[in-house]
Every structure is written in structure tokens, then in C-alpha cells.
């Protein structure tokens, strides 16, 4: 039995994708929903400077995603998300508890 979770997830995209931004959120989604996760809602908090620079990258845009999904399904995503370019960092968190 699948055990279906809310999770939190954060992600700095490469700033040279900001004309592209709706393909790499479509590229997001389509994983989540790949691995039966559920979008509940989202957000494009903007570029914003970096505290350090990521893949010599000083700037990223920042997006976060409300979702649920199967927690057996977490590491699946975070490996697909981890071999897209466009994202220099992810982070999934449980929401609540």
C-alpha cells in the first residue's frame, strides 16, 4: 500500500533559463506527476542573488512546489531532478507533521 505524503520543494533554477521558465516548471511537474504526485499549488518567488555561487552560477531563480505524492517516490524524483541542467538545487521537505 502506497503510503501518499505532502511535501514542500524548493528549487533554484539556472538563471539563463528565465525565458525558458515554463519549460523547466512543465519538466517539474511532468516528473511529479511521472512518480503519482499531485500538484497542490505553486510558486515563483523570483531571481534572487545566491549566499554562494552554485555551478558558477551567482544568481538563481527560485520556485517552490506544494505536493503530494507516494513517499516511496521522493528519491526517484530527486535523482531526476538532480540530472536536469536547468536546476542548480532541490530541496523536498514533508510539510507538517
Known amino acids: 500500500m502506497m503510503n501518499v505524503r505532502s511535501y514542500n520543494g ?7 533559463k528565465k525565458d ?4 523547466v516548471k512543465g519538466s517539474i511537474a511532468s516528473v511529479i506527476g511521472e512518480n503519482s504526485g499531485k500538484i ?3 510558486t515563483e518567488a523570483g ?4 549566499s554562494h555561487p ?25 535523482k531526476q531532478f538532480r540530472i536536469n541542467t536547468n536546476i542548480l538545487r532541490t ?3 514533508v510539510e507538517g507533521n
Open 91 to 93: 530541496l523536498i521537505s
Open 20 to 23: 525558458a521558465l515554463g519549460d
Open 47 to 50: 531571481e534572487k542573488k545566491l
Open 54 to 78: 552554485i555551478n558558477k552560477k551567482s544568481e538563481g531563480v527560485y520556485y517552490e512546489v506544494s505536493f503530494t505524492a507516494p513517499s516511496e517516490s521522493i528519491s526517484k524524483m530527486l
Open 40 to 42: 497542490v499549488k505553486e
Open 10 to 16: 524548493l528549487f533554484i533554477i539556472t538563471p539563463d
